[in-house]
């Protein structure tokens, strides 16, 4: 495993980057491999992309080991420096199950980044990041063999920690550096990305599972509520609009808060604060129910505007009266 380009290596105790060396025409002694801690050479010429490789004459002995360690070293210190230089360091958080995403932060001001410390028992994750004032934030591991173990997997649903599971490659360190990002992220259309994130913490996410109706113990649809923010087309206020989730199969999907086989909503509406009514639509060709924002005067509008997105769909709607 001679041939082996790491664009990473260790001098003088720090992670030092193989083209960052080769813009600024350096060329240190010293630098060893993140793997095995012998000696490595940086090369960088007109035709190969700067690397460091082992001398000629050995082997690294680090093998899967030496991409294991180099992912949690730089995964570290990336989160680390950002942390002391004010910046975030973001991880795409994105749900198959109930399609919401958002980017974290996990560079919190004044954090830790233990490597390989005791959570609970014997478990030892990867990597764990802990606020300044010591609560456990998130895990990271590093996969390169194997999966965490199934007592690891409990334990961290257990305590509530969101885990990010990293499938490192050589080539997708050094973007590592700056974010998980969505170009590195692993989907079912992107098998090979580097990174996915479980533990869901939206709101709308719920386990599957089959309901009864309460009254006449039928199967029932397992159905959540959510309020969220539109603007009013003309005068651009915000007023809160309802939202409902299916939650009964494996993928979620949203449903229009004025689907006519869904009765009570008006009534489950009215409770939280959201206006619903039955309206007429020349745009739907009948009446149906639809939200509505509060009741205001308005001036004749000069431009047509579109409503706040929300994390699944764009609303519309108009004042009613």
């Known amino acids: 495993m001679a041939d082996i380009r790491y664009p990473v290596a260790v001098l003088d105790g720090g992670l030092v980057w193989a083209r960052e060396l080769a813009a600024a025409d350096e060329r240190p002694?010293?630098?060893?491999?993140?793997?095995?801690?012998?000696?490595?050479r940086l090369r960088a010429g007109a035709k190969n992309r700067p690397h460091f490789a082992h001398l000629h004459d050995e082997v690294c002995v680090g093998g899967e080991t030496a991409l294991h360690q180099t992912t949690v070293r730089v995964l570290r210190?990336?989160?680390?420096?950002?942390?002391?230089?004010?910046?975030?360091?973001?991880?795409?958080?994105?749900?198959a199950r109930c399609l919401a995403s958002r980017e974290a932060d996990v560079a919190r001001q004044g954090?830790?980044?233990?490597?390989?410390?005791?959570?609970?028992?014997?478990?030892?994750?990867?990597?764990l990041v802990r606020t300044g004032s010591g609560k456990p934030l998130v895990v990271i591991e590093v996969i390169v063999t194997h999966a965490p173990e199934e007592d690891a997997v409990e334990l961290y649903e257990r305590l509530g920690l969101p885990v990010i599971r990293v499938?490192?490659?050589l080539a997708a360190l050094e973007q590592m550096r700056s974010a998980l990002g969505q170009e590195l992220l692993r989907t079912e259309e992107r098998p090979t990305g580097?990174?996915?994130?479980?533990?869901?913490?939206?709101?709308?996410?719920s386990e599957p599972?089959?309901?009864?109706?309460?009254?006449?113990?039928?199967?029932?649809?397992?159905?959540?509520?959510?309020?969220?923010?539109?603007?009013?087309?003309?005068?651009?206020?915000?007023?809160?609009?309802?939202?409902?989730?299916?939650?009964?199969d494996e993928h979620l999907f949203v449903i229009a808060a004025g689907c006519p086989d869904l009765p009570g909503v008006a009534a489950v509406a009215a409770s939280r604060g959201v206006r619903m009514a039955t309206r007429n639509s020349n745009a739907a060709g009948g009446s149906y129910l639809m939200h509505h924002a509060s009741v205001v005067v308005h001036r004749k509008a000069t431009t047509s505007s579109t409503a706040a997105t929300t994390s699944q769909s764009t609303r519309r709607s108009r004042c009613g009266g």
Do not use: M
């Open 29 to 40: 002694e010293g630098a060893r491999c993140v793997g095995c801690d012998e000696l490595v």
């Open 194 to 205: 580097c990174f996915g994130v479980s533990g869901c913490r939206f709101p709308r996410h």
């Open 77 to 95: 210190a990336a989160i680390l420096d950002a942390a002391a230089a004010g910046r975030p360091y973001r991880v795409l958080c994105a749900c």
């Open 209 to 248: 599972g089959k309901v009864a109706c309460p009254t006449c113990a039928k199967p029932a649809r397992q159905i959540s509520v959510e309020i969220t923010t539109a603007s009013c087309y003309k005068c651009y206020k915000p007023f809160p609009v309802l939202d409902l989730v299916d939650c009964t």
């Open 167 to 169: 499938w490192p490659t």
């Open 111 to 127: 954090c830790a980044v233990a490597v390989d410390e005791v959570l609970e028992g014997r478990i030892r994750p990867d990597l």
